[in-house]
């Protein structure tokens, strides 16, 4: 089992290439995905998948594109979108 003690050390296991599901609603892990997105210049091609988000997912910027690619389900079934 892997104890941390900030969310910096949560993320810090995340590596270039991974894919990430973050939880949908109100539950979706804030404090995390900002933690994430701070390392944005030391990762890359990260997919984050998530249904429906609540609150800020700064890690959609189009300026972080190379580091983040965000595959939510939520959109593809309502619209379409593929």
């Known amino acids: 089992m892997i104890h941390c003690n900030s969310v910096e050390d949560a993320v810090s296991?995340?590596?270039s290439n991974s894919r990430i599901?973050?939880?949908?609603a109100a539950a979706t892990p804030s404090q995390l995905t900002q933690a994430?997105?701070?390392r944005h210049?030391?990762?890359?091609?990260i997919e984050i998948c998530h249904l429906h988000?609540?609150?800020?997912a700064p890690y959609a910027?189009?300026?972080?594109?190379?580091?983040?690619?965000?595959?939510?389900f939520l959109l593809v079934k309502m619209y379409g979108i593929h």
Do not use: D, K, M, R
């Open 13 to 15: 296991i995340i590596q």
């Open 21 to 24: 599901y973050v939880q949908a």
């Open 36 to 38: 994430l997105t701070n």
């Open 41 to 45: 210049s030391e990762l890359s091609n």
């Open 53 to 56: 988000t609540e609150g800020n």
């Open 61 to 72: 910027n189009p300026e972080l594109a190379n580091a983040f690619h965000v595959n939510s």
